[in-house]
């Protein structure tokens, strides 16, 4: 199926888009800020905001996904309720942002389920975990050593090839349909590596300052969002490169896990997992702490079950490794694997797009920067 | 800090700071650093707390060399000479060059205290020389000084309403209050007054101003309302300013009547025809360029019929300016124009057409005084004069919006205030309470900031040190 093909199975267009209440609203609060300004200094949405004088709905969705909700603009408005302006940026966007995700990634009402709905993640999770159930039942091998006697490493490859293969597939077309939408340009060299510095260094979560986030504090800074998101990001890069270095020993190398404390997958796995899990608990604490109604709330238990998801999956991780040689191995991968499963294949329909979606726009940002 | 009423009344305080702006916080933090026990009254509610403070964007300040995030040196002379051209002389020449010299320490204690400036971006505004811009605008600023004055301990009561204070012998001894629906009477040792002007309070414009003051919007705060002050007069306190004046711009006549802040300027006048609602040009459009000129565009407007005015630009001139909060009125052609803002339509035609006839070829520059004039036409304009020929054409009404009083009370350089006896024992002022003294006319982006800093700082100084 081509790209193109895909694409216009979800065929939604963008002028029924132009009657959305959530762009009008995002629409009529960027009018006030930009003639305002006062907020330019805060983050990377101010001053492309200010190279308008009209949004498109294009623009504005590049703003929304633009936005890393720290909600600083918000403290410093002037014009928040009860003021009749009723300002609230961070959640305006924070509404296109979700409705954007929903718009272009196919096909279209399965995010609404898993976004809005903890329970369905949930659900997903135990899905996930039974399938494995079944599978280590149904499919046990007849040998194998380690975790490959519980599931043989060829039903564990192919599963895993499959679960993620189809969601890459749909979040690449989800992307490139964004990117048309926004009026991307050609990308060049130096738009990727502005966009990986800023990703890198979570750059708009700085408050303008170096200060951080008004995320859980009202409006007193701080950094702990900024850290615990850097802590997720990092470990999970880290997890990535130890299941890409796993695989090469595996298939290059024919060294087959588990593995010992001083190889690759190990290397990047365990402070990988370690700083997952740590910042995933630090994020669950201050979304708990953080005002519900500066982001957007109809989607405020999907994102907590994802954040839950997300840290189960490294915890569970980390305790496999650390039940290495026990009788905890079989449960702990079959929970393991299950949740694994669970973020693999509910990957376009959960906060995750918010990774390829925000880096799209921080690519799009660097095309539209002032020298 | 939802005080109860028993809990205000009962300690004696050391200093009791009235109002909840800039001045009256950097009041607070001083004595509070001083070791003084400091109650702060804020007569709004807590999200409308710090007055007009929370509407300023700025600080001008002098400094010898690069200075945070300002540029090159701006010196006591240029800041001085500045400061005269706005007022024409109106000024106490001690305060003002007291406020200059003093504005050069007060952006580090700023910084120190939680403020964060931001270099000036977007370059709609070239003064990263003279003016340090905050971070998120006066607003971003409020909240700090609140961040600072919580953990330094001191209490804060919102929407505590101050009536009357009781001064016996040139001595301050206290104060009524209305909170927490209660009438109160909290005594202290020393009192700040910083509570601003009274420009909320459309009745004594009105007495001051004429009835057309009913007209006027609000751009800062509804809860300067200048009680504070008007008590103070009638207690026998010295003023200064005139009564009869405000500070008033030239804003969206669609504009909130409180509060619209900001956002309700519109920096389209240079490249309009502006018309009264009979269709009748009043003034040189193109006199100079915007900021400077802004604010007689207010009495202008004040001055004609209703108090409202038309500006009217062609598709040429329509992002020449700052983006607006309401979007213009739009049309394809003069005369439905006039229809859709509800002017006389023949009248508004005939005005366009003369001034078109008036106007001349030569070189348009949008961003300089460019002498592109009418010529043959009363009043001319003498700059930017395009003819209105391509559609679509955009309006936008005008309205005065007042920014300020200037009737204050009369302070001396230790911001003690006055009465009919001489000095007050323990009573300071700060703020647009008593900055009539150093800016009786015209305004200085920035300078209000620097006012309120320097003397609310002062007042707390000063204060601590009487009570310590």
């Not at chain 2, 009105?206 to 705060?221: E, K, M, S, Y």
Request: net charge neutral.
């Amino acid at each position: 199926m081509s790209i193109d093909a895909l694409a216009t199975l979800s065929n939604r267009t963008a002028v029924d888009f132009d009657t959305d209440a959530t762009i009008d609203e995002a629409r009529r609060q960027l009018e006030i800020c930009n003639a305002c300004r006062y907020c330019e200094g805060y983050c990377s949405v101010f001053p492309a905001m200010t190279l308008h004088r009209a949004f498109s709905d294009g623009e504005i969705t590049q703003l929304a996904n633009l936005c890393h909700n720290c909600r600083g603009c918000y403290y410093a408005c002037q014009y928040t309720a009860p003021h009749e302006f009723d300002h609230n940026l961070p959640r305006a966007l924070a509404e296109v942002r979700v409705e954007s995700w929903e718009r272009f990634i196919w096909p279209r009402g399965v995010a609404t389920l898993f976004q809005k709905s903890g329970v369905a993640l949930a659900g997903a999770l135990a899905a996930g975990i039974v399938v494995i159930l079944v599978m280590a039942y149904a499919l046990r091998p007849e040998s194998g050593e380690g975790f490959y006697a519980v599931i043989s490493h060829t039903v564990m490859a192919t599963l895993f090839t499959l679960t993620s293969f189809l969601p890459l597939a749909i979040i690449s077309v989800g992307v490139w349909r964004y990117w048309r939408h926004v009026g991307g340009d050609r990308v060049t060299l130096k738009h990727l590596s502005d966009a990986l510095v800023d990703a890198g260094r979570l750059k708009n979560l700085s408050g303008g300052a170096a200060e951080g986030c008004n995320y859980e504090k009202e409006d007193r800074y701080t950094m702990a969002r900024r850290w615990a998101h850097q802590a997720v990001m990092w470990g999970f890069v880290l997890c990535f490169a130890a299941t890409v270095s796993g695989t090469v020993l595996h298939y290059g190398f024919g060294i087959e896990a588990p593995y010992g404390p001083l190889t690759l997958p190990k290397i990047f796995g365990i402070p990988g997992g370690i700083l997952m899990t740590i910042g995933g608990i630090g994020l669950i604490g201050l979304k708990l702490r953080a005002e519900k109604s500066l982001g957007a709330p109809a989607v405020w238990g999907g994102e907590m079950a994802f954040v839950l998801l997300l840290t189960a999956t490294a915890a569970t991780g980390l305790a496999l490794y650390g039940a290495t040689g026990t009788a905890g191995v079989r449960p702990l991968l079959i929970a393991h694997l299950g949740a694994v499963f669970a973020l693999y294949l509910t990957l376009p329909y959960t906060k995750m797009v918010h990774v390829p979606f925000r880096f799209a726009a921080l690519v799009r940002d660097a095309q539209t920067r002032k020298a | 800090m939802a005080q109860a009423p028993a809990e205000l009344s009962a300690p004696f305080w050391d200093l009791i700071v009235v109002g909840g702006g800039n001045a009256a916080l950097c009041a607070a933090i001083e004595a509070a650093e001083a070791g003084a026990r400091v109650l702060v009254l804020e007569g709004a509610p807590k999200p409308y707390r710090g007055g007009n403070s929370r509407h300023t964007r700025n600080f001008r300040c002098m400094h010898q060399g690069p200075i945070s995030v300002l540029t090159g040196a701006y010196g006591e002379e240029e800041y001085f000479h500045d400061l005269m051209l706005v007022t024409k002389g109106k000024t106490d020449e001690h305060l003002a060059r007291m406020a200059i010299r003093t504005s050069e320490s007060c952006l580090p204690w700023m910084e120190k205290h939680g403020v964060r400036f931001q270099p000036s971006l977007s370059g709609t505004l070239s003064l990263s020389r003279t003016n340090a811009f905050f971070l998120g605008g006066g607003k971003a600023l409020v909240n700090a000084y609140y961040n600072t004055a919580t953990d330094l301990g001191i209490t804060v009561a919102y929407e505590a309403k101050v009536s009357h204070i009781l001064i016996e012998d040139d001595t301050f001894r206290a104060l009524r209050v209305t909170f927490g629906g209660k009438e109160l009477e909290i005594s202290g040792k020393a009192v700040v007054l910083a509570s601003g002007g009274f420009q909320a309070d459309l009745e004594w414009l009105a007495r001051a101003w004429g009835p057309a003051a009913r007209n006027f919007l609000i751009r800062g705060t509804p809860y300067n309302r200048g009680e504070v002050l008007k008590n103070m007069l009638d207690n026998g306190a010295l003023s200064v300013g005139d009564p009869t004046q405000c500070h008033a711009v030239a804003i969206d006549g669609r504009a909130p009547k409180y509060d619209g802040g900001i956002a309700t300027r519109l920096d389209c006048v240079p490249f309009s025809v502006v018309v009264n609602k009979h269709g009748q040009r009043f003034y040189n459009e193109g006199e100079d360029v915007w900021p400077k000129r802004y604010a007689i565009w207010g009495r202008l407007v004040a001055a004609q019929p209703d108090q409202v005015a038309y500006a009217l630009i062609d598709a040429k001139s329509a992002d020449l300016f700052m983006p607006s909060v309401f979007p213009a009125v739009k049309a394809d052609s003069i005369s439905e124009l006039a229809q859709k803002m509800e002017l006389p339509v023949e009248a508004v035609e005939r005005t366009v057409a003369e001034f078109n006839r008036a106007c001349r070829p030569g070189n348009f520059h949008p961003t300089e005084l460019d002498s592109l004039a009418t010529e043959g036409l009363e009043p001319a304009k003498t700059n930017w004069a395009r003819p209105l020929d391509t559609a679509p054409y955009y309006g936008y009404s005008l309205r005065p919006g007042v920014t300020f009083t200037y009737l204050g009370l009369k302070v001396d350089d230790t911001a003690r205030v006055s009465g009919a006896n001489g000095r007050y024992t323990n009573v300071w002022a700060a703020g647009e309470m008593m900055a009539g003294s150093i800016l009786g006319q015209g305004y200085l982006a920035g300078f209000g900031m620097t006012i309120g800093t320097v003397f609310g700082r002062t007042a707390g100084r000063e204060a601590a040190a009487h009570v310590n």
